[in-house]
Structure formats: C-alpha cells, structure tokens
C-alpha cells in the first residue's frame, strides 16, 4: 500500500502550501477580474484540480516537480493560481464560459492578455511544453 501511496498520492485532498511551487490559491470569482488584468503584465497560468481524482493528483505531483528543473517558473516571470475545483466549482465554470475551454480536471490553462492562450488536460500536462509558451 505504501508504494502505491508514493506512486498515485494519498487519498488525503492536496494541500497546494506543501508544494514547492508559490500557488495562489484562486477561491473568490472576483480574482478571475484580476487574472485577466495581471495576465498582461505577466503570464497567469491556473491549475484546476480535483481533490479526489487520482490521475488528476498525478497530473499535479508531476507538474510541480518539473517545474523545479526550469527557472521561468518564479513568481517574477508567472502567476501560478491552484483552483480546488471541488471546492469552487462555480469558478471552474467561470473559467470555461471566461476563457472560451472546455472543462476538464486536471486541467491547466495559460492566460496571456487576458485571453486563454494554451490549455491541455490530463497527461498532457507537461511544464517543458508550458514553459516554451510562456
């Protein structure tokens, strides 16, 4: 049970202060406003996660460990907003109608200019690919 623990997560909910990455945790409708008028002067990227989903706890360990290989991913250079989707789910829907993306969890979305300029889902989550878009 351990090593499947080590390998998919505890099915504790994911605790985004633990992480290496500064996430904002992105919990009011109002900080949608705020990510359209920040994202041009810096790239907003949002990570929609499903607390109970395996694969979407996945999606987020890897992430966030390949970030820590590439040094554009520091508050100076990106806005990095976590959303509990379970929690929030109204702001996952803002998100979609918003943005102009389909919903899905995991999901990551890149805002530039306020406009939603990358957004893949799952495996496809990949910071080297996210990195060059930045």
């Known amino acids: 049970m ?16 633990e992480s290496k990455i ?8 109002s900080q949608l406003d705020e990510i ?7 790239p907003v990227v949002i990570f929609k996660h499903s607390t109970r989903c395996s694969i979407s706890r996945m ?4 992430f966030e460990a390949e970030t820590l290989q590439y040094s554009v991913f520091t508050e100076k250079n990106v806005a990095m907003y976590f959303l509990d989707l379970l929690e929030h789910r109204a702001i996952s829907n803002e998100i ?3 943005f102009g993306v389909y919903h ?31």
Do not use: C, M
Not at 2 to 17: A, C, E, R, W, Y
Not at 59 to 62: I, N, Q
Not at 106 to 128: C, F, M, N, R, T
């Open 2 to 17: 351990s090593l499947f623990s080590n390998f998919f997560g505890s099915s504790d909910n994911q605790n985004p202060t």
């Open 22 to 29: 500064n996430w904002i945790n992105l919990t009011d409708l």
């Open 36 to 42: 359209v008028v920040s994202s041009n002067e810096k």
């Open 59 to 62: 999606a987020l360990k890897r």
């Open 96 to 98: 979609a109608s918003r």
């Open 104 to 134: 899905q969890s995991p999901q990551l979305l890149l805002i530039k200019e306020g406009k939603s300029v990358y957004d893949v889902s799952h495996d496809a989550i990949d910071a080297g690919v996210l990195k060059g878009k930045i």
